[in-house]
């Protein structure tokens, strides 16, 4: 008999890993600006999928992310963002990238870091009548990179100094400030407030506004200049007359004076 052969059979390629396009899974909460308060963290994860593990980028504003305030932390399956305290220039729009070969999947997120806004500018008492004092100032210098909400208008009486708030989101940059006390003098101050709350600081007037007790006012007499350029004259000179001892009588004459002349 002969040996047994070992008879070679067709060559089977090992299968490769099977591959799943990557797709990244944004939360809802992240696909419209996020806004943190300057010092708060930022935490942000996006799950992904795909297979193998895709590689992760992360940019700002179009560039690599630079410096050791922002981090980023990948796993299996997501990838964080983290800001351990947020400041305003981490304000941006980031972009999140997971890639296998030539297949990627992109997202887009944007950062709004808020602030208290700086007080208004240029406060001015414009006008002062009555029991009414107005007030004009100017928009604030730094917003907060958020939208101001309105202004918070204050008095205070100089003898006391304890502010009374008069006006409370308030949107126009001019008021008038009614029911003040006669004889009082007053200090007035404005602060500015958006989402994140009121500036620490306000704009104050420098001097104290009196309101004036009401008086009589003397108006002199307004007298006509006299014209002396012509002297007055008799018309009618007076006349001798004879009465009886007893009896009314009367003498008469005329004078000739001229506009404005002596009388």
Request: proline share 10%; aromatic share 8%; hydrophobic share 35%.
């Amino acid at each position: 008999m002969e040996p047994l052969r070992a008879v070679a059979g067709p060559h089977l390629a090992p299968h490769s890993a099977p591959t799943e396009r990557p797709r990244l899974q944004l939360p809802r909460h992240l696909r419209q600006t996020i806004q943190k308060k300057v010092g708060e963290p930022v935490n942000l994860l996006i799950p992904f999928q795909g297979k193998p593990r895709p590689q992760v980028t992360w940019t700002k504003e179009g560039q690599p992310l630079v410096g050791e305030e922002v981090s980023v932390r990948n796993s299996p399956t997501d990838t964080i963002l983290f800001i351990r305290a947020a400041r305003r220039v981490h304000s941006g729009t980031y972009q999140v990238t997971v890639r296998i070969e030539n297949m990627e999947d992109k997202a887009t997120l944007v950062l709004q870091v808020v602030d208290k806004p700086s007080p208004p500018q240029d406060l001015q008492v414009t006008e002062a009548w009555g029991l009414n004092v107005a007030l004009e100032w100017k928009p604030p210098q730094d917003d907060g990179n958020t939208e101001l909400w309105g202004y918070t208008v204050q008095k205070a009486d100089k003898k006391t100094m304890e502010w009374f708030t008069v006006l409370e989101h308030y949107r126009r940059t001019h008021c008038v400030v009614p029911e003040l006390i006669i004889g009082n003098g007053y200090y007035f101050r404005v602060f500015s407030q958006n989402t994140v709350g009121s500036s620490d600081r306000a704009a104050t007037t420098k001097e104290p506004v009196f309101i004036p007790r009401p008086g009589i006012t003397y108006e002199p007499p307004n007298y006509k200049a006299l014209d002396f350029s012509e002297a007055p004259s008799f018309t009618q000179p007076l006349v001798n007359r004879s009465v009886i001892a007893g009896y009314n009588t009367m003498l008469c004459c005329a004078v000739r004076v001229p506009p404005g002349g002596a009388r």
